[in-house]
């Protein structure tokens, strides 16, 4: 199973993609969610697992992001997030997640949100260094890096 994931904001460009992202995905092998924060985020994942208990391969969270967050996900829980994904049926040391939100790959002061989530997920995690368009599930992400 794969995911991709966006928040429920109002941001403008956001809106476009989760209008685009939530017709894509069931079309493309893809399961499309939709969350309010990283608690309901983990809370449909989990739900989706009891579900459907196939492995999941990849996460996608598409957001907005810098060196300390991707949306919801930021250094003051990226570890209990990760952890708390980690626990979930389906999800191992295999499963890939991308943070795909811009420069969430970056160092920042020595923290950096895409490295402190692998160090808790323990598993392959993906973050960008630069400006980010695209998604890495459609294979239409660009990054430029500034």
Same mark, same amino acid.
Request: hydrophobic share 50%; glycine share 8%; net charge negative.
């Given at each position: 199973m794969r995911i991709? *994931? +966006?928040p429920r904001d109002e941001n403008d460009v956001l809106t476009d993609e989760r209008l685009r992202l939530s017709v894509w995905a069931p079309a493309s092998d893809w399961t499309y969610l939709e969350y309010a924060d990283v608690f309901?985020?983990?809370?449909?994942? $989990? *739900?989706l697992q009891a579900a459907d208990p196939r492995a999941v391969i990849e996460i996608?969270? +598409?957001?907005? /992001? &810098?060196? *300390?967050?991707?949306?919801? +996900? $930021? @250094? /003051? &829980?990226a570890a209990v +997030? *990760?952890?708390?994904? #980690? #626990?979930?049926? /389906?999800?191992s040391?295999?499963?890939t997640v991308y943070l795909s939100g811009c420069n969430t790959g970056l160092d920042f002061n020595g923290d950096c949100i895409g490295r402190s989530f692998a160090a808790a997920f323990e598993a392959p995690v993906f973050g960008t260094r630069g400006y @980010?368009? /695209?998604?890495?599930?459609?294979q239409t992400e660009q990054c430029v890096a500034s």
């Open positions: 991709i *994931a +966006v309901d985020l983990l809370a449909q994942i $989990s *739900a996608e969270i +598409v957001a907005h /992001g &810098n060196p *300390a967050l991707c949306d919801d +996900v $930021s @250094l /003051g &829980n +997030v *990760a952890e708390s994904l #980690r #626990r979930i049926a /389906g999800i040391k295999t499963t @980010l368009a /695209g998604t890495h599930a459609e």
